[in-house]
């Protein structure tokens, strides 16, 4: 629909992987339109029909797929982002975007983009705070990456810290905050 704003999400394999599908309707409710970009890991979580289902889009996965269309998909995902946003985020999805790692649809989108990237860390408190990572995080922000930190909570392998996705709400409203409203929701 005319007026309606693109959202990237980009999807990694992090257990909070099932807090994106929540997000993806998040932000349809908000009049965005998404489109999910799944790494190859990811897939071994949730299967790419989910999230085809909730956002009513094509799920992008495979790099060497056949496009639908004669386009460059990675290329053309790129330009029709308002914003790029990556929830969750694995130490290795930021470590290939901050090193320029473009092995995979996701990392090549990012890499193509002149939109805004937008990046939310869940990963494990002890990868999170691994130095490496601290620094490709410094590193990204530097060039103008716009993050929402991780939370304190209990983490997948039962300890606490800090690792946990965001609050879903704290992530829409810096979407919001990014790219501005969208157009009329279709109903």
């Known amino acids: 629909m005319a007026g309606r704003k693109t959202i990237i999400l980009g999807v990694s394999a992090s257990i909070a992987i099932y807090k994106s599908c929540d997000l993806v309707r998040r932000l349809m409710d908000c009049g965005y339109a998404v489109n999910v970009v799944m790494t190859p890991n990811a897939k071994e979580l949730i299967r790419p029909v989910v999230f085809q289902s909730l956002s009513n889009n094509k799920v992008y996965h495979d790099l060497f797929a ?13 330009r029709r982002a308002a914003l790029i946003l990556i929830a969750p985020a694995t130490a290795d999805v930021i470590a290939k975007i901050s090193h320029g790692i473009c092995d995979d649809m996701l990392t090549c989108v990012v890499s193509a983009a002149k939109a805004p990237v937008l990046i939310c860390p869940a990963m494990n408190d002890r990868m999170y705070t691994n130095k490496i990572t601290q620094e490709n995080i410094i590193k990204l922000k530097s060039l103008k990456y716009r993050f929402v930190e991780p939370k304190k909570g209990q983490l997948a392998c039962g300890s606490i810290g800090t690792g946990c996705l965001a609050d879903i709400e704290a992530i829409v409203k810096e979407v919001k905050r990014i790219v501005g409203k969208s157009g009329p929701v279709e109903k």
Not at 66 to 78: C, G, K, R, T
């Open 66 to 78: 056949d496009p639908d269309a004669w386009e460059v998909e990675h290329v053309s995902l790129a």
